[in-house]
């Protein structure tokens, strides 16, 4: 990124309005006595400058800028900063505006090492994301996958376009009949309908966006080991395992590889379902896919073992098939979460309505921890959302940081372990990774 010029005149544009450039100008001083007088009409915290993007909450930590620790005015200052902070939050003024440099406030705050500021940006992104929540729908964050640009992204494709992409894995074009054999609900759901590719480790769908990629690998491991515990230890292999999200498949291997006593899977993609099919029926053709392990032989394998539907992939949406596995009485003690092209109030239900009733008091719960990935500030702000969900639906949640090597290919969008994606969903070189069991 080209260095940013964080002085008050680059930040005001010659076009800015006077009323706004006064605002800017009291919040860059941390004049909370200005900003009384100034702030006397609703939307006036929120404002922002025309072409710089900067909003009073940008000038307030950005004038932060250049001082250093060793600075006796260092501490004093930053009370003057979040002071004028708070007071332009109760103004209305929003947290996770974006400016020309891409940079939120809170993002500002991270680049100039201000944490007592940055900390306060995270608890104001998740004050307005749990009081969104509560009125019923949810703040698309920024840096957030949003379901309109899904579909948008989707009919931006030409049916030419569309046509050509194809399970590369299974050697030909699956076509719309092969499709409409798998008989699975795809309503209310556009991701579910759009045609897949298969090449180098990734899953990518027909905008571009990548569904699971093999740099997950370690992540998905670590899961595991979390869930089941580690490899060796004892009852490790007795467990019972839900996992919801075939993807590519390497959670389930690595579940598999641990010889459960139930192993049932929940995948809705009608593109993924063929590939088990396909990849199981011809295992030589399917390469290294982990889906050739998981078709007809090894389910079939369960009932020889003498329980039917140990192993089990059960075909369509969680959203239709959890009430039925909850109504035949089925308990897990590991269940892990990884969908994709939902937003947080889906995961957000399955862990309300489902965990309580699907886990054994003892189990464990996971999911892929990637809400806001692509933007530190709102990680953050999502692991705070979260945690406070959890605990609403009598959930204890604990972290474990998992290193990610960006460096290795994963830093630039566009090229290395990005090439072919349409935009990166992971930007942060820390996975947090969380394992939740039941209260008390
Ligand atoms: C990110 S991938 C899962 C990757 C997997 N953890 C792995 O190790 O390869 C997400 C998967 O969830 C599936 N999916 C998306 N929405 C779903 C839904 N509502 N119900 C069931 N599966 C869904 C997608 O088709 C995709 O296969």
């Known amino acids: 990124m080209a260095d940013i010029d ?40 929120s404002c922002r400058d025309p072409e710089t993007g900067e909003t009073p909450l940008h000038a307030a930590t950005r004038s932060m800028g250049g001082r250093n620790e060793d600075d006796d005015k260092a501490f004093p200052t930053e009370i003057a ?52 929540a509560i009125l019923g729908g949810y703040e ?34 699956a076509s719309a009949q092969d ?47 979390a869930m089941l515990g580690p490899v060796d230890a004892p009852l490790a292999n007795k467990k019972r395992v839900l996992n919801i999200g075939f993807g ?53 394998s369960g009932e020889k073992e003498g329980d039917e539907g140990a192993n089990k992939v059960h075909r369509g949406r969680w959203q239709d098939l959890c009430p039925k596995l909850l109504a035949d009485g089925e308990l897990y003690d590991a269940i892990y979460f990884d969908t994709f092209g939902e937003d947080y109030s889906e995961l957000r239900r399955f862990f309300t309505d489902f965990i309580p009733g699907l886990l054994d008091d003892n189990g464990v719960f996971g999911f892929f921890n990637g809400l806001g990935a692509d933007r530190r500030v709102c990680y953050d702000v999502y692991t705070r959302v979260v945690e406070m969900h959890l605990s609403e639906a009598g959930l204890d949640v604990v972290w474990q940081d998992v290193e990610v090597p960006l460096k290795d290919g994963l830093d630039t969008a566009g090229a290395g372990a990005w090439e072919g994606i349409l935009r990166p969903y992971w930007t942060l070189d820390k996975y947090r990774l969380p394992i939740c069991t039941f209260m008390g």
């Open 248 to 300: 590519l498949g390497i959670i389930d291997s690595m579940i598999a590889a641990r010889k459960p006593a139930r192993h049932h899977i929940i995948e809705a993609h009608p593109e993924v379902l063929m590939r088990i099919d396909a990849a199981s029926e011809n295992p030589e053709a399917a390469g290294d896919d982990h889906a050739a392990n998981f078709g007809a032989a090894w389910e079939a």
């Open 6 to 45: 964080d002085s008050l005149d680059a930040r005001i544009s010659f076009g800015c309005p006077v009323g706004v450039q006064a605002i800017l100008r009291a919040s860059w001083r941390h004049d909370v006595d200005a900003l009384k007088l100034l702030l006397d009409a609703p939307g006036k915290a």
């Open 81 to 132: 900063a979040i002071k004028t902070i708070e007071k332009l939050l109760i103004g209305g003024a929003i947290w996770n505006d974006v400016d020309d440099n891409n940079e939120t406030p809170g993002c500002v705050a991270w680049r100039l090492n201000q944490t007592g500021i940055y900390e306060e940006m995270v608890r104001a992104g998740a004050r307005a994301e749990m009081l969104f």
């Open 179 to 225: 499709l409409a054999a798998v008989s699975v609900d795809t309503k209310e759901a556009p991701y579910l309908e759009s045609r897949l590719t298969l090449a180098n480790g990734k899953l990518i769908d027909a905008a571009g966006n990548g569904v699971m990629m093999d740099w997950e690998a370690d992540i998905m491991s670590r899961s595991v080991d």
């Open 140 to 173: 698309e964050l920024e840096s957030d996958f949003e379901e309109e640009d899904y579909v948008a992204e989707v009919s931006d494709v030409d049916a030419d376009t569309k046509m050509e992409v194809k399970l590369e894995a299974e050697g030909d074009d």
